[in-house]
């Protein structure tokens, strides 16, 4: 069968093996510009005209290269129904931690508005209020804006059940603090924090009601599933992703009742660009609401990794953590005490390791792969033992395993 990696496909053969397969049931793809057109038009909320004057100033909060969002799509769609001048809008790249994006990324990504465009810098922004005592502040595009809106990608969540809505803008264009506040331990560790959950999520909740206070008043979001978008809504943000969350989750889900020796997690672009995102497969696998993994199973990641462990600040404190740690239980018992933005990813890998080995195969990267407590195998077929019972998850990252 093939399974993707970078922007292309590998081809694995397991015949010694029993292998299932777990593809979600998908749903009708739609193209995105009709459903984004169509969503503008029947908003959750007053329709964008509605909030934006013509002498108003207006900041776009997009998605950047981790998030596979249309967004030229959407922001056309959004400038449709703009009655500014293109002058009054700054568009602003949503990083979080994640490194900026180049000029080309910019271009293929953005299109025509590339040149609104400006990548966020979380050292440098605008503090608006505090959420639990946790401060939010925005790139000072956005809080000087009369009117923020933003795009996104409702697609399953290790933390926020769902993402997109508030996220593009409280945490993409957000400070450090926000990250470390709803990233770290305390709110990990928390019931009701887990992929798939939206409703009595208390991280995704932190997100709206940050939200409220920085942006955005207006977003449209897509999601998509195993064979192309799903659909799209705008609005409100809390209910554009509680809508298109009930469609990721109908697409999506997968009722799996045996268990395995080994969940072969599929990836591809952009999110196997680096170790820090291609984990998330596994941790999904693992940590999801079903783990259909014996006890020792293994999760096997293909990953193409030509970035390594990552470039950005929240990539590389992912990176030190694993690479100096000794083992997978100590790290995660001394992290338990808190870490630095962008650490909880080896957080949360941590938590998977002391469970589960983790082999990552096809890398440009093995040698990082095996610096942070990780197995690096050339192929799928060396990561897996003879006779072992399997489970394939081609698009791990879009599948919920129930």
Do not use: W
Not at 7 to 23: F, N
Request: hydrophobic share 40%; net charge negative.
């Amino acid at each position: 069968m093939d399974l993707p990696l970078g922007d292309g496909t590998l081809s694995i053969s397991l015949p010694s093996c029993d292998v299932d397969v777990a593809r979600p049931p998908g749903g009708d793809p739609v193209d995105p510009r009709t459903a984004a057109e169509i969503a503008m038009e029947t908003p959750h909320g007053p329709p964008l005209t509605g909030l934006v004057d013509s002498t108003d100033d207006v900041a776009i909060v997009v998605t950047d290269v981790t998030r596979d969002t249309p967004d030229d799509v959407l922001l056309d769609a959004l400038f449709d129904h703009l009655p500014v001048p293109r002058e009054n809008v700054t568009v602003v790249v949503g990083l979080g931690l994640h490194r900026p994006m180049t000029d080309e990324e910019l271009r293929d990504g953005l299109g025509e508005y590339a040149a609104l465009a400006v990548n966020h810098d979380p050292g440098s922004v605008v503090t608006l209020g505090a959420v639990g005592g946790c401060p939010v502040a925005v790139h000072p595009a956005v809080a000087s804006a009369d009117v923020v809106l933003s795009t996104g990608m409702v697609e399953p969540h290790q933390y926020a059940g769902f993402s997109g809505g508030a996220k593009t803008v409280v945490i993409g264009a957000g400070s450090e603090s926000i990250i470390r506040d709803t990233h770290g331990p305390e709110m990990l560790s928390r019931d009701g924090v887990r992929l798939g959950r939206v409703r009595g999520n208390p991280f995704r909740e932190t997100l709206d009601r940050a939200g409220l206070v920085g942006g955005p008043d207006f977003c449209l979001n897509v999601t998509k599933g195993p064979d192309g978008f799903l659909g799209a809504a705008a609005g409100d943000p809390i209910s554009v992703v509680r809508s298109l969350a009930e469609t990721a989750r109908e697409a999506l889900s997968v009722a799996i009742e045996d268990e395995y020796d080994a969940v072969v997690c599929g990836v591809g672009a952009p999110k196997d660009a680096n170790l820090y995102q291609a984990t998330r497969a596994a941790t999904y696998v693992a940590l999801g609401d079903h783990n259909p993994l014996r006890e020792g199973g293994r999760l096997v990641v293909p990953a193409a990794l030509p970035e390594g462990a990552g470039e950005g600040t929240g990539e590389q404190r992912f990176y030190d953590a694993l690479s100096t740690a000794t083992d997978a239980t100590s790290l995660y018992e001394s992290m338990r005490e808190g870490y630095e933005p962008g650490a909880q990813r080896a957080f949360v890998v941590a938590r998977v390791l002391r469970d589960h080995d983790v082999f990552v195969t096809n890398s440009a990267s093995p040698e990082v792969v095996e610096e942070c407590l990780m197995y690096a195998r050339e192929s799928v077929e060396d990561a897996i033992e003879d006779g072992s019972r399997v489970l394939v998850v081609p698009d791990a990252l879009n599948t919920l395993l129930v």
